[in-house]
């Protein structure tokens, strides 16, 4: 079992190898003609491989942590009404639920702010994350 400062080092790595890739490829990013945006995508996809070998070794940790911050031993319809949209901003209670409402059908109900609170949100990071790249994307050669 891997430790949790070996966890933590491993992710620093994995999520770093994205921006010093961009680093390690000044020549290919300078040039005018080749798309930068393929760079951190071949880093990112080295990552997510890396990623999941690593989630088949830490799946006893993961699972275990994940009942107590996502509605998956349990219902968020147990959530009191007045904290359930705050506890939709949590992605995955989103997407458990509609998970859950699609298998059980009328037997679970689905929170709909909640449920589309947390694809907005899902949807807003990556709106946000592509446009920061893309504004930053005229730099990069100048920068590295």
Known sequence: M?????????????????SSSLIGNANLIS???????????????????????????????????????????FSSAIIPEQWRLLYALN?????????????????AHLYWPGFLLSWGLIAGFLWLGIRQFRNMEKGFADFI
């Open 91 to 107: 992605p995955v209670v989103g997407v458990i639920d509609g998970f859950r409402w699609a298998i059980l059908g009328g037997e």
């Open 31 to 73: 040039k005018v003609y080749f798309p930068r945006l393929i760079v951190p995508k071949a880093a990112i996809v080295v990552s997510f491989v890396d990623f999941l070998i690593s989630f088949t070794i830490l799946i006893p940790f993961i699972v275990s942590m994940g009942l107590y911050v996502s509605p998956v031993g």
């Open 2 to 18: 891997i430790s949790e400062e070996a966890s933590r080092v491993m992710l620093c790595v994995e999520l770093s190898s994205a």
